[in-house]
Structures are given as C-alpha cells and as structure tokens.
C-alpha cells in the first residue's frame, strides 16, 4: 500500500471503506464498532459503482477480498462466499492470475490481453501491488473453502485461461532480488522449491494456503513434506504462527482416516505448542483462518 502515499495514487473509496471497516473491527472499542455498519454499506455501494465504471479495478478486488474477510470472521459465510467469488472472478478477469514473471521486472504487461482488458500499470510498484492483490483472493479463496465447505472458485485447471502463471508474492525490497520460484502447478508436481533465504513471508503464506487446501482433497505427502523442509526458522510472531498451524494441519489432512499413524497426533500436539507461545495481545490480531 505504499504507492497509496503519492499524490495522484489514492486508492480507490471501495478498497478505502474496505480498510476503514476492518480497522474499526480491529480496534475493539464500542465507538468504532458502531461504525461498522455504515462503513459496511458504503463500501458495497462503492465496489458497485466502480463495477459500473470499470474504475480502479484491482483496487476493486482488493476491496472485495478485504471485504469477504469481514464477513467470514463475522459468520456471514455465505455473504463472505458471494464476495469471494466476485473478487476472484474479477482478478481472472483482468488477468492478475497471469502476470508472466518477466512482468515484474520489465513492466511489460499484460503479456495476453485480458477478458477485461484495463489500464497497463503506471510503474513497478503498482505492478507488484497487482501480484499481491491475486495472492491475497487467492488464499481466502483456498482457505475459506476448507473452512467453510463450499466450492473452490478458482480450481486447478489446465485450461490455458484458468492456468495461475503470476509469481509467487514477494516481500519488501525483495522485488527483482530474488529469483522467481516455480509456478503454482510445478510446486504441488514437487518442483525443486527455493532456498530458504529466498523465501519470505508472503510466499511462505501462499503456499501453506495452497497445501492445506490440496490436503483437504487429495493425498500429496511429498509436496507437503517439500514444503515444510523450505520453512526458515524465523522468530516467532503471528505470521510464522499462521503459517506453520496451516502446514500442521495439513499433515492432519493427510493422515484423518488412518488409524494407527500417530504423525497427525504429533502434528496437533505441535499446533498445541505454537499455540502456547501466542501471548494475549496476540489473539485479537491472527489470522481469522487459524483462530
């Protein structure tokens, strides 16, 4: 969100409501949660005129994921599901699925023209912004359908339109520094997966999204294992935690209808342990698919 600091980068008002809803859900003080309700019908309104316009569109499925979150954490899961599916069905629209990885490093994009086709970036930041913005409806959408039981809206097809080809997220500073890993097809094939200095948290998320909800169906032990063997030890905070519950649960997966493998005990009794190490400021501010 640092491209939002210049001048002339606002972002959209729907993504703005958006961020306003849930930092007054977040804040737990009576005088904000009373704003909740009419930061919620605004930003609706505004997600809708911009779908009239066609304005600001990624800012738009941003708004849209940000805003199935908030409904899930508040057990609307349908209406968090109906905003789900708005949001991925718009990134697949204007391509954020299949940012080539060159992209990101010459600018160069779309490298095929979208359903619906929008403005190119103004610069590389906003061009990464575009990469998060999939990831993060990406991973509500992987781990919202565990939770909840409900269609993938993004399933894994072949399908040249369907194909995820965009690079995993980066974190800061790290944008054109490290090399891009393998796509997300490679990786659940066993691709060779990067090193773990190269890894960073964002990756690390989207990953551990992609393999609990591929656990949830299928059996894929060895990319699970591959996976977690890539895990730098980092110090512990809510990210790391929400991270490895995800990979620990994934074993669980694995492991349900067996009867005398005691790995999915092991691998609870670990998340039982992590959760040890959460300390009470910690517990208003996980990450709503793991608490």
Not at 68 to 79: F, G, H, P, S, T
Request: glycine content about 4%; overall charge negative.
């Amino acid at each position: 969100m640092d491209r939002f600091l210049k001048p002339g980068n606002e972002p959209h008002p729907a993504l703005e409501n958006a961020i306003y809803l849930l930092a007054c859900h977040f804040t737990e003080t009576q005088i904000y949660s009373d704003l909740e309700p009419a930061f919620l019908i605004q930003v609706q309104h505004e997600i809708n005129a911009a779908l009239d316009t066609s304005d600001r569109l990624p800012d738009v499925v941003q708004a849209s994921a940000l805003l199935a979150v908030y409904l899930y954490m508040n057990n609307r899961i349908m209406e968090g599901y109906r905003h789900t599916f708005s949001a991925v069905k718009l990134a697949v629209g204007i391509g954020l699925h299949q940012i080539q990885p060159q992209s990101v490093l010459t600018g160069i994009y779309p490298v095929q023209t979208p359903l619906i086709p929008i403005a190119p970036p103004r610069n590389a930041m906003e061009l990464q912004d575009r990469v998060l913005a999939f990831w993060q409806v990406f991973m509500i959408d992987r781990c919202w359908s565990v939770a909840s039981g409900l269609p993938l809206v993004l399933p894994d097809k072949d399908a040249p339109q369907c194909r995820i080809l965009t690079p995993w997220p980066l974190g800061p500073g790290k944008w054109g520094t490290t090399g891009f890993q393998p796509s997300l097809r490679e990786f659940f094939d066993g691709a060779e997966l990067s090193n773990q200095s190269e890894e960073t948290i964002p990756s690390l998320k989207a990953k551990a999204a992609a393999i609990y909800e591929l656990t949830s169906r299928s059996k894929n032990e060895a990319a699970v294992q591959k996976f977690y063997s890539t895990i730098p030890a980092v110090p512990f905070n809510r990210d790391y935690f929400a991270i490895q519950t995800m990979v620990y649960t994934s074993f669980i997966h694995l492991k349900r209808h067996a009867t005398s493998d005691s790995r999915a005990l092991k691998a609870g009794s670990s998340i039982t342990k992590l959760i040890c190490q959460l300390t009470g400021a910690d517990w208003s501010y996980l990450d709503p698919i793991v608490c």
